[in-house]
């Protein structure tokens, strides 16, 4: 299983905010099935898919709450150990053991890089009964870190109530229109060419092909030819929708425990293709 948390590559440096100071709030992210109560004083940002951003200008550094799509705490205790969080311009290192925390969580201190920048975290990663969770990192600058991040990743963690999704309109919208689609990308030079397709299922199933042609600078030389045969484990499992009114993504469980997401766009100006996490794909029928 592959460790994808999604994280706002910010500096961690401080964070200051010029607005107005706000009471303590409930936050509510009904299509990921959670809420939290954010700490009185801190400044609130709803920042898509799920995302939510705390900062203060007393506190050096920044809260973030986002959703994770993961049920084995045991497995993700192993990763979170032995692989840390990493992500594009994320690169964080468990600092002594992680340990599980109450009945439904995990938790440690992380320390690495955040976009170029040296970075540590305290971090709680809560599961829910409904499936998936949230993931808590209080963060700052290592010479800044102490002992205060955890105190205040587990305040926001004993606020947290997880309930079952609710699909947005924006979701359903994008699932009803995916339905029994197939999703084609090409990519060709002068040496190459890739198509990857992914089979859209009215019963949410798919499967995957895809494959790179590559030759030789002679044009006409024989191909070497690199397809995945769609149907396997690795190549095929469930589909959905995620997402709240402002944005959603595509979300692939393989059968053999791989997780994707994809953040879905229309291409401006076609209703023939979208984007996912930018890369034009043609959306055709199903024979």
Same mark, same amino acid.
């Given at each position: 299983m592959k460790m994808l948390f999604r994280i706002l590559l910010i500096c961690c440096c401080?964070?200051?905010?010029t607005a107005t100071f706000g009471?303590?709030?409930?936050?509510?992210?009904?299509?990921?099935?959670?809420?939290?109560?954010?700490?009185?004083?801190?400044?609130?940002?709803?920042?898509?898919?799920?995302?939510?951003?705390l900062g203060s200008n007393a506190v050096p550094g920044f809260i973030l709450i986002m959703p994770h799509t993961y049920s084995d705490k045991t497995a993700i205790k192993a990763l979170a150990q032995t692989e840390g969080?990493?992500?594009?311009?994320?690169?964080l290192q468990a600092v002594g053991a992680v340990e599980y925390?109450?009945?439904?969580?995990?938790?440690?201190?992380?320390?690495?890089?955040?976009?170029?920048?040296?970075a540590?975290?305290?971090? =709680?990663? /809560?599961?829910?009964?409904?499936?998936?969770? *949230? $993931?808590?990192?209080?963060?700052?600058?290592?010479?800044?870190?102490?002992?205060t991040y955890m105190q205040l990743a587990e305040g926001v963690a004993k606020t947290v109530k997880f309930s079952t999704p609710v699909e947005s309109q924006l979701a359903k919208t994008w699932r009803q229109g995916l339905t029994h689609?197939?999703?084609?990308?090409?990519?060709?030079?002068?040496?190459?060419?890739?198509?990857?397709?992914?089979?859209?299922?009215?019963?949410g199933t798919f499967e995957y092909a895809g494959g790179i042609s590559s030759s030789s600078t002679n044009y006409y030389s024989?191909?070497?030819?690199t397809i995945s045969s769609a149907g396997t484990d690795a190549d095929a499992g469930q589909w959905t929708v995620v997402g709240d009114e402002q944005s959603v993504q595509l979300y692939l469980v393989y059968n053999n425990g791989n997780e994707a997401l994809f953040n =879905?766009? /229309?291409?401006?100006?076609?209703?023939?293709? *979208? $984007?996912?996490n930018g890369d034009r794909y043609f959306v055709q029928d199903l024979e």
């Open positions: 401080t964070f200051l905010i009471q303590a709030k409930t936050i509510k992210a009904p299509s990921y099935g959670y809420s939290f109560t954010a700490p009185v004083d801190w400044i609130h940002q709803d920042i898509g898919n799920g995302y939510h951003l969080i990493i992500d594009q311009g994320i690169s925390y109450g009945k439904n969580g995990i938790s440690g201190t992380f320390k690495g890089i955040t976009d170029g920048e040296l540590e975290a305290a971090a =709680l990663c /809560l599961f829910s009964p409904h499936g998936g969770g *949230i $993931l808590i990192l209080a963060m700052t600058s290592p010479a800044q870190f102490n002992t689609k197939k999703l084609v990308y090409y990519n060709t030079t002068s040496t190459s060419s890739e198509k990857n397709t992914y089979y859209l299922y009215h019963n024989d191909q070497t030819v =879905l766009q /229309l291409k401006e100006g076609t209703e023939a293709q *979208i $984007l996912l």
